[in-house]
């Protein structure tokens, strides 16, 4: 009885336990809310749906009977925000948009929302924008090159343009009332006559200066803006040409900055952007066409070949290669705006080391009664190379002796000074491409390189010293340097003979121990012949 | 029967030295690899030497070896010390600091660094890397890379 | 317990207290059978045992310096190699002793399948010895991280994530090898734990057991051979040729340390310590496991994505896995050697897996490539190559063994030749060469069997 008893308890407690356990598993969580928090209650969500007009246009159909909408262009108009759509639906409304054409068009252009926003409610916009309704000249479109307009007629330019993100759209600088509808005879803030604007380009700094020479106006937009480029163009030699002279072929701004498709010069793709400035200034100064007819002082023709030389440099490498935006492009030389050509002084405004050391040598005095431009005498300005130590070498043709032989003949001083330069340094330069090899051989070795490698980088260091030092011209100061970079290279080889000898001794102890075990070997198999 | 005997007691004679000269090329790499080295095992701080406090104090700033590094040690004019990397971000010269203006300046392109490392002007793109500059009681300074 | 001193000296004063005399019985029966090839192959498990005890005396002083840690593995090591006297030459000898330990190794498992010694009563001397075999390659696995340089670091990250293709269980594994889901300081804590403890307990431990199981049964005789048999008394014959060969191993291994500190500058067997580990470097160029996993590594790679229903990694795991296992089972696989007959399907058998496992490797390694060539054009030069050279061993291989060894079986190596010809010369993709040449290989098997049924002597085949 006692047992049965027990088992039936036993077994409802455990059923009970069982169904408790199943329960929680199964039923929800008394408090868990209804729905999910992040659904919207219906009162706040809108949909805003296309108009019916707006609706006839995206699914319109061009004259051969296709979609005049592609696949991509219907995606994109579906994701917009009702805000955006909004916009089209009014804009369908105001006939602004009356084509499915112009809505492609519109849409191909993949404008963020904001954008839309100052765009689609501006009428310069929307009518040139339509091809309906404009001539070629008058029309911007993604392909003006097919639509056969000029080339700054770009629609997708136009829309990154720096003036267009800014709110200064068609009427910042055309004139009018955006607002406005088909109404053209606004008061002309800008020269009415195609043909004179062509004709005579003067007008175009004083135009854009209208608003960048005024502090507080560009101040507004932008506070870090500068307002004196008109001021500097005025003085440099693009200005003097254009604007005293009345020469059409000078750069003004439009040449450089571009029209449409302004972009600022921290924009990789802007034409004035470090990277792109040589390719810019190149646009007309490589062309022989456009150049013909300029002089320089001296009446010889202006060279065209700045760009090709520039690329080969140094600079040119760095920038237009690498990348390096330290590196000077045209206008960190000849200026921006005030572009002219440059004053001696501009390389130490970088290479500032190497500008003192000269201006307390010797050859200051005497180039300047030359009259020879100091750093570019050497080392050229556009195509400067990179500098080797033959530049010191006393043989024919290397450039401190030919110098010296026609212009120093009575010192030989100088020679003998040039000589000991390039003797010193290629001493200490094959001594370190020398030790450094070995370096690598002892590290294949296994032996430890890290002290080698340690004074080999201390060696480099001095000897890039070294050759800043040469622009001293004077034995005694080069010594301050090369002294020490002597003793460094003196430690190297004694480094390296330290290696070697630890080599060898690594191989003696080798040899030592397999005699020992050859030995051991032979009289192991002896002992073992003698015990079978 | 004897000289068989004498031949084989020979040869377990030099069979035994050998051994034993084996062994003793063995033991003594070992003795000596297990033989602690006076120096400390790992790189800790460096210490300044001598000389380095003389430059120090002389032109308010010196170039000290740390390991394969150069680093550049200077006094503010507030008497502070620091220290960064005295390779320059642009291309490697080696920096140096110009108490009169109060900046790291590198001769060869003209940058300028300020006393906390940042770019002040020039070309460099990057800061100086910070190490770590330590004085104790008895005036000797340390410097040692900042802990990643 | 007698008082008579039956030895001199020190062993007498043990004698007395252990009494030794059955030991040394024992010891002076013990023998090495001396078949009509075979007594060289019987030297490769003291030479392997011989590397192994290098490998645990270099690497006991290894761990006086090392330091693991994110600021001190790489540091510890350079300062081994650079300050500590004899510290490159203990570690070169580290380094050099684990691969030829493997290469010893791989070598002597061959040797006991040709000598069918893995046959009755002998296998669980087989599987205690496979299992050793893993537990090696799993040493080498974890010492190659110890140094914490770049190219411990990317091998480890590719070795390590082949196992989260193991189906249900594979990412938990993952992390569980890694200390997390990816390869950082803790790996390394974790790697080192394997190798300096669970590891060596591992082995020792198996170590004894095989060398208990070879004690006990003795070392097997060459099979089928009638007659009284020859042995050769282990002490001091059979130990002092294998001390012989000790002395020569070290010297080997002592050449190599001080002429090539680094290894033969192989991808995949190279120990340069170069630059510490930066997990945010881009992987090193040319990264590649070491050389005894390059075959599974070039393996998953001639897998597609997705096959028959599975991800290629997971069926590439699945298809080694399997083979693995039949690998170890091959003592009860082997029915013949069990009757004590000859088995040449089992000894060509081995010869297949060496061209399998060769090929696969040479591919790895990418010989044959030209610098520069579009990739497509140098997968086909690569493996026109490389099937070249396959070719040309197997054939002097299998004509080797046919003249010298009389072997007259040559079905499977013949088969993997085919495969490798197939996807070599053919340019025939190589899992479905592989498809096709053991198909034609099945074929001919079973055509073989039904043309000579009493062949087999009666025993069932699969």
């Known amino acids: ?33 209804a729905k999910s928090p992040t659904s919207m209650p219906a009162s706040v969500k809108q ?83 339509d091809p309906e309704s404009q001539t070629e000249e008058d029309l911007f479109s993604m392909d003006p090159k097919a639509a056969g307009s000029p080339p700054f007629m770009s629609l997708a330019s136009l829309t ?4 267009m993100q800014h709110g200064l759209s068609c009427a910042g600088c055309h004139g009018g009332d955006p607002s406005d509808v088909m109404d053209h005879d606004y008061p002309p803030i800008w020269p009415d006559d195609a043909d004179a604007r062509t004709r005579d380009r003067s007008w175009v700094p004083v135009f854009c200066g209208k608003c960048h020479a005024d502090v507080n106006l560009v101040g507004h937009f932008n506070s870090d803006l500068p307002t004196d480029q008109l001021a500097k163009y005025e003085l440099g030699v693009h200005g003097k040409a254009l604007l005293k002279d009345k020469d059409n072929r000078s750069a003004e701004c439009v040449s450089c900055h571009g029209v449409h498709g302004i972009l600022g010069k921290n924009d990789p793709r802007s034409p004035v952007y470090a990277k792109n400035v040589p390719a810019t200034c190149a646009s007309c100064h490589a062309d022989a066409r456009k150049m013909q007819g300029y002089r320089l002082d001296d009446g ?104 010296h032989d026609e212009y120093s003949k009575d010192n030989p001083a100088c020679v003998a000074t040039a000589d000991f330069f390039h003797g010193s340094i290629l001493y200490l330069a094959q001594g370190e491409s020398r030790v450094k090899a070995e370096a690598e051989q002892f590290a294949r070795q296994g032996l430890d390189v890290e002290p080698l490698e340690d004074r080999l980088g201390q060696l480099g260091d001095l000897l890039r010293q070294l050759r800043s030092q040469v622009h001293t011209f004077d034995a005694d100061r080069f010594m301050k340097v090369g002294g020490p970079a002597d003793k460094v290279l003196d430690q190297l080889d004694a480094d390296a003979a330290r290696a070697r000898r630890e080599y060898r001794r690594r191989r003696l102890g080798l040899y030592a121990a397999m005699v020992v075990i050859i030995v051991l070997m032979a009289l192991l198999w002896l002992k073992l012949r003698s015990v079978e | 029967m004897a000289r068989t005997h004498t031949r084989r007691s020979f040869l377990d004679w030099l069979l035994g030295t050998t051994v034993l000269a084996w062994l003793a090329s063995i033991v003594y790499p070992v003795v000596r690899y297990l033989t602690p080295l006076p120096a400390p095992v790992h790189s800790g701080p460096e210490r300044l030497t001598r000389g380095d406090l003389n430059k120090l104090d002389e032109k308010s700033f010196a170039i000290v070896p740390l390991g394969r590094k150069r680093v550049l040690v200077f006094r503010d004019k507030k008497q502070q010390l620091h220290a960064f990397s005295a390779k320059c971000t642009h291309e490697g010269c080696t920096v140096q600091f110009v108490p009169a203006q109060s900046v790291v300046w590198c001769a060869c392109h003209n940058g300028h660094f300020d006393t906390e490392g940042r770019v002040i002007s020039g070309p460099p793109p990057r800061p100086l890397p910070a190490y770590v500059v330590t004085k104790d009681k008895d005036g000797n300074i340390f410097v040692a890379p900042e802990k990643a | 317990m007698s008082d008579q001193a039956r030895y001199g000296g020190v062993l007498g004063w043990l004698d007395n207290r252990y009494d030794l005399q059955p030991l040394f019985r024992f010891l002076g029966h013990k023998e090495v059978p001396i078949g009509r090839h075979s007594l060289l192959w019987y030297f490769l498990g003291g030479a392997t045992l011989f590397f192994f005890m290098v490998q645990v005396a270099t690497g006991a002083l290894l761990l006086m310096y090392y330091r693991p840690g994110e600021a001190t593995s790489y540091e510890s090591i350079r300062y081994i190699t650079t300050k500590v006297p004899f510290g490159w030459l203990v570690r070169s000898v580290h380094c050099w002793s684990a691969h030829l330990m493997i290469v010893s190794l791989i070598v002597h498992m061959f040797s006991v399948l040709l000598l069918k010694a893995y046959r009755r009563p002998r296998e669980l001397t087989w599987v205690s010895g496979y299992a050793l075999f893993v537990i090696a390659l799993c040493f080498g696995f974890s010492g190659y991280l110890l140094p914490w340089n770049e190219l411990a670091y990317f091998a ?107 290894g033969p500058g192989v991808p995949g067997m190279e120990w340069q310590l170069g630059l510490k580990a930066d997990p945010l470097a881009p992987a090193y160029p040319g990264i590649k496991p070491e050389w005894y996993f390059l075959w599974v ?163 069932v085949r699969e």
């Open chain 3, 297 to 459: 590594y070039q393996l998953l790679k001639e897998f597609p994505p997705h096959i028959l229903g599975l991800e290629g990694p997971q069926l590439c795991l699945l298809i080694v896995s399997v083979l693995g296992l039949l690998w170890g089972l091959i003592p009860w696989l082997d029915r013949r050697a069990r009757a004590e007959q000859e088995s040449p399907e089992f000894s060509d058998l081995g010869f297949a897996a060496v061209f399998f496992l060769l090929f696969l490797m040479l591919k790895a390694w990418d010989i044959g490539a030209t610098k520069g060539a579009d990739e497509a054009a140098n997968l086909a030069t690569v493996a026109r190559t490389c099937a070249w050279i396959v070719v040309v061993l197997a054939v002097a291989i299998n004509v080797v063994r046919a003249t010298v060894y009389r072997h007259r079986w040559f079905l499977l190596s013949g088969t993997e030749v085919l495969h490798v010809v197939l996807h070599g010369f053919a340019g025939v993709p190589y899992l479905v060469a592989a498809v096709i040449a053991g198909a034609l290989g099945g074929f001919a098997l079973l055509v073989g069997r039904w043309r000579t049924p009493g062949a087999d002597g009666g025993v």
């Open chain 1, 1 to 33: 009885m006692k047992r049965v008893l027990g088992r039936t308890a036993f077994g409802i407690v455990a059923s009970a336990a069982l169904a408790a356990v199943v329960a929680s598993v199964v039923a929800p969580d008394a408090d868990e809310p």
């Open chain 1, 47 to 129: 949909t805003v749906n296309p108009s019916q007009a707006l609706a006839g246009l995206l699914n319109g159909k061009d004259e051969k009977g296709n979609p005049a909408l592609d696949s991509d262009e219907l995606a994109y108009f579906k994701s917009l925000p009702g805000s955006a759509v909004e916009l089209f639906n009014s804009a369908v409304a105001d006939e602004n948009i009356t084509s499915s054409r112009h809505l492609a068009e519109l849409l191909k252009v993949r404008m963020t929302p904001d954008r839309l926003d100052v765009v689609l409610t501006d009428n310069c916009f929307m009518c040139h924008t």
């Open chain 1, 160 to 163: 990154q343009d720096v003036h």
């Open chain 3, 156 to 262: 480890t990250s590719v070795g390590t994530d082949s196992v989260k293709s193991v189906p249900v269980v594979g990412q938990w594994l993952l992390e569980v090898l890694r200390g997390g889901p990816d390869v950082t300081i803790n790996t390394l804590y974790r790697f080192f734990s394997f190798h300096v403890v669970i590891l060596p307990l591992a082995i020792v431990g198996l170590i004894s057991l095989h060398l208990l199981f070879i004690q006990r049964q003795g070392m097997a005789p060459p099979i089928g051979e009638t007659g009284p048999s020859r042995g050769m008394r282990f002490f001091p014959n059979f130990a002092m040729r294998d001390l012989l060969l000790w002395l020569a191993c070290l010297l080997i291994l002592l050449v190599l340390a001080v002429f090539l500190p680094y």
């Open chain 1, 300 to 403: 010889s023709p202006l060279p065209t070949n700045q760009f090709e030389r520039y690329r080969t440099s140094v600079h040119g490498k760095a920038l237009l290669e690498r990348g390096d935006t330290g590196s000077p492009a045209c206008d960190d030389c000849h200026g921006n705006h005030a572009t002219k050509i440059p004053p001696q002084r501009v390389c130490e405004e970088c290479h500032a080391g190497d500008g003192k050391l000269f201006a307390g040598s010797k050859h200051k005095k005497a180039f300047a009664d030359h009259g020879w431009a100091e750093c570019s005498k050497c080392h050229g300005y556009h195509a400067i190379g990179k500098t080797n130590d033959e530049m010191l070498a006393v043989t024919k043709g290397a450039l401190c002796r030919d110098c």
